[in-house]
């Protein structure tokens, strides 16, 4: 079966850095999508890896090992903005997604 | 309008009411896509559409029922709901084009009660 798996909930402090991993399985592969979701509001995407490495974009980077079926998604420089919902999706060999339940970053000052 | 807008944001209904969901995309993409989001699960893909053409029916109850009468908008038509299908509904779209990824653009959704 086709599978994402993500922790539930992190918490971390204004200014530092967290790691979020995603594992992932799936049949066939063409890419791996992390999006933030704030309470309440749509979710919107932050990146996308379909190469082994890594994506930097301010603030945020996005890795991926495709042999481990892994993935994370890195934040610096936390700021409270940055509390939301982060869902790993994978996509699959029909070009559709398979979703994680998501991560719950919770910062605190 | 910019993006994917969603009608109404919040409806609340009787197991025997009827309504419709709307959802709009003023990005002039090629692919909606019908999502449940509950409390603590993954995104369900309910439908999706290319091209205006139903793709993807994930065994979804026939108690939902869309419809995509051109590439700019969906509807989901609900009638005779159960209390497990409160949950927020997502809209999406995206531009699929062979060979490349489809980032999906969400609209924010309309939180739905069944009473």
């Known amino acids: 079966g086709q599978n994402i798996d993500q922790p539930t909930e992190m918490t971390a402090t204004e200014g530092a850095i967290v790691q979020i991993n995603c594992t992932y399985q799936?049949?066939?592969?063409?890419?791996l999508f992390w999006y933030q979701q704030h309470a309440g509001e749509a979710p919107t995407f932050l990146s996308y890896?379909?190469l082994d490495g890594l994506e930097e974009k301010g603030r945020f980077s996005s890795f991926l090992s495709r042999s481990k079926g892994y993935s994370y998604l890195l934040l610096k420089e936390l700021q409270m903005k940055d509390s939301a919902s982060y869902l790993c999706?994978?996509?699959?060999?029909?070009?559709?997604?398979?979703w994680g339940a998501g991560t719950k970053l919770i910062i605190k000052p | 309008e910019t993006g994917v807008t969603q009608t109404p944001r919040h409806l609340v209904m009787g197991m025997t009411n009827k309504k419709s969901l709307k959802c709009e995309q003023h990005?002039?993409?090629?692919?909606m896509y019908w999502y449940k989001q509950s409390a603590k699960k993954p995104l369900e893909l309910m439908f999706v559409?290319?091209?205006?053409?139903?793709?993807e029916n994930n065994s979804v109850p026939s108690r939902f029922s869309p419809e995509c009468p051109n590439s700019s908008h969906l509807f989901l038509h609900l009638h005779t709901l159960q209390p497990e299908d409160s949950a927020l509904y997502l809209c999406?779209?995206?531009?699929?084009?062979?060979?490349?990824?489809?980032?999906?653009?969400f609209g924010p959704g309309t939180r739905l009660t069944v009473l």
């Open positions: 999406a779209s995206s531009q699929v084009e062979a060979g490349d990824y489809n980032e999906q653009f």
């Open positions: 990005l002039g993409h090629n692919a």
């Open positions: 559409y290319n091209f205006k053409e139903q793709t």
């Open positions: 799936t049949s066939g592969f063409n890419g």
């Open positions: 890896n379909v």
């Open positions: 999706a994978a996509m699959d060999s029909n070009y559709q997604l398979i």
